[in-house]
Structures are given as C-alpha cells and as structure tokens.
C-alpha cells in the first residue's frame, strides 16, 4: 500500500484580497491609538499644533501629521515647556514609539487577527 498523500493548493488571489481587507479595516484604529499616544508627548500651548493632528491626518493610508508653520523646527528645537503638558518633548513621535511600541505591536496583532487567535 503506498503511502496517504495531502495536497494543498493555496489560491494567491484570495490570499491577498483577505490580507489587504484586515490591513485595510485595521489602519483606521491603529493610526488613531498611535496619534494619540504620540499626543500625550507633544509640546502644549494654545493646542493648536496637538489639534492640528486630527485634521492633518490621513489614518485610513496611516499618515500622521502635525500641521503647524512651526510644527517641524519644535519636533527638533527649543526646550519644551511642561506648564500645561507635564510630558512635552522634543521628537515626540520617538518618544512616543519608546513608550508605547509594545501596545501598538499588541493591538496591531488583535486588530489583523492574530495574536494568538
């Protein structure tokens, strides 16, 4: 008697599809908890440059942005005052992914379907 033999045929079109549907279903949640992680570390004075972030993104293609004139040189420069935002910093998307890199690696895994499901 010859040996039991499996054969698995994957169809790559369907594959695709179905990963690019969770990826696509899963941007909009995650871009969203990253903006406001990220937010928690972003220099406070009159909220216009953290409030600029709600409109400048695009969380469904996971585009994050602060639109100021002067959002670009307070990412880098200056000294940020803690007055009205105790964890203000400078480069605060770094800092946020330092702080929070594990969470988002956790909710990404939940939010495509993985992480042990």
């Not at 909009?28 to 990253?34: A, D, K, T």
């Not at 990220?38 to 695009?58: F, G, I, K, T």
């Not at 469904?60 to 200056?78: E, Q």
Request: net charge positive.
């Amino acid at each position: 008697m010859g040996k039991p033999s499996v054969t698995i045929k994957i169809d790559k079109t369907v594959v695709r599809a179905k990963l690019k549907s969770r990826w696509d279903e899963s941007l909009f949640p995650l871009s969203s908890q990253v903006l406001a992680d990220m937010n928690e570390y972003v220099r406070v004075d009159q909220n216009v440059l953290r409030a600029s972030s709600a409109s400048a993104s695009d969380f469904d293609k996971g585009i994050l942005r602060w639109n100021t004139p002067y959002a670009r040189r307070v990412y880098y420069t200056g000294n940020p005052s803690k007055d009205v935002n105790p964890n203000a910093s400078l480069m605060w998307c770094e800092v946020g992914k330092a702080n929070h890199n594990r969470e988002w690696i956790t909710l990404a895994e939940k939010l495509f379907g993985g992480g042990g499901k």
